[in-house]
């Protein structure tokens, strides 16, 4: 089988597969791509901005006359569109994916005899907006992007396949799709149910004048934002995900007891060692990687001065320096280090910009 990468079909046109179509039209203009949605009106809304090809639905036979064919759509979708196009794909058709999780897709693949030819691709990025409006290069650029291959013949595509992912902007990392699931669940899918866990203890553990929900803020907001995320995505993760998960569950909760025993003991180095260990591994991770379903919050604390005005100050400041804000909340306790007012920007530059400016004017800022 040799890659080649004329003639490329995109099943699915949201944020993420309008950001791969847009990347390789953006970084490769020669490359033809033909695109399909659920919705025929995002189908024309590529084809205005340039990005494929077709401004209407195409059948299964010209869909699947790629050389390379993305799979962008949740893994039900794409597995049903696997079917349908079966009996078209052609033999040295590269066929890959963007799901969250590989083992089911990497089983619908097998069970085709499509394994050959298939590499899962899971790029680490996205956002808390959705669909080709909101689809920018930007999400790949210096994104990890993973990718699983399962047979000798789908490996010796790999390094093709990487060049030219890399080639959008994105860092491209090999593993097996069975480490990649355990390693998504550690990372991104316990954490979910974590969070979630902890969101509806406190929820059903409040009193009636819902004094926990006034006084939540700083630690609480920070370690829960994952919480505001699609249930039903989540939903739809757990039951594709759900060995690596149950696995990870049942670990968390002897990490748990660890932590329990060490309280109801009092006993004080154990508790001592048990934080020292989550600190030196949480300060060795490295600052502001794109990834994850969630987009990193581009935010800052900032510790006011008991004075009128200060905060239409600092938005003023922010405002005549071209700097928007994307939100803005006060934190009613001192819980969160001593950040009162809560800043988020739109990106990095801008929080960093904002950043340099306050403190340029004496303000004291902090930056978790």
């Known amino acids: 089988m040799t890659f080649h990468t004329n003639r490329i079909s995109m099943v699915g046109l949201g944020l993420i597969g309008g950001s791969i179509a847009r990347a390789i039209k953006h970084f490769h203009p020669e490359v033809q791509i033909l695109g399909t949605a659920g919705h025929e009106e995002t189908i024309l809304e590529a084809y205005e901005a340039g990005v494929i090809e ?3 639905f195409l059948s299964p036979q010209e869909l699947a006359a790629a050389d390379i064919l ?3 759509g949740p893994v039900g ?3 049903d569109y696997l079917r349908k196009l079966h009996p078209y794909i052609q033999k040295d ?6 799901g969250s999780v590989k083992g089911d897709i990497h089983a619908v693949i097998r069970d085709l005899g499509l394994d ?5 691709g ?3 990025t996205g956002s808390e907006k959705i669909g080709f409006a909101n689809s920018n290069i930007s999400y790949l650029e210096n994104a990890y992007y993973i990718l699983t291959a399962e047979t000798p013949q789908a490996r010796e595509l790999l390094p093709d396949f990487a060049a030219f992912i890399s080639s959008l902007g994105a ?12 390693a998504t669940a550690a990372i991104s899918h316990v954490p979910h149910i974590i969070s979630a866990s902890l969101v509806n203890l406190v929820c059903d553990q409040d009193s009636e004048d819902e004094v926990m929900k006034t006084i939540a803020a700083g630690g609480f ?4 934002r994952i919480s505001s995320s699609s249930p039903q995505m989540w939903q739809h993760i757990c039951l594709s995900n759900r060995e690596a998960i149950l696995q990870l569950l049942d670990t968390y909760q002897e990490e748990l007891a660890r932590f329990r025993a060490g309280v109801e003991a009092a006993d004080a180095d154990e508790l001592l060692g048990l934080f020292g260990k989550a600190k030196n591994f949480r300060d060795s991770l490295p600052l502001r990687k794109k990834g994850g379903v969630l987009p990193a919050a581009f935010e800052f604390y900032v510790n006011l001065a008991d004075e009128a005005g200060q905060i239409a100050t600092i938005a003023s400041i922010l405002a005549a320096n071209a700097l928007s804000i994307k939100n803005i909340g006060i934190l009613h306790n001192r819980e969160f280090e001593q950040g009162v007012l809560q800043v988020e920007m739109y990106d990095e530059p801008s929080m960093e910009e904002a950043i340099r400016l306050l403190k340029k004017r004496q303000y004291d800022v902090i930056q978790k």
Do not use: A, W, Y
């Open 77 to 79: 979708i794409n597995t």
């Open 54 to 56: 077709n401004q209407s």
């Open 116 to 120: 050959g030819q298939f590499i899962g």
């Open 70 to 72: 993305f799979l962008c």
């Open 171 to 182: 860092i491209t990392l090999t593993m097996e799709p069975e480490k990649h699931d355990l």
């Open 221 to 224: 907001r920070d370690i829960t």
């Open 93 to 98: 058709t590269l066929l890959t994916d963007v």
């Open 122 to 124: 899971h790029p680490m």
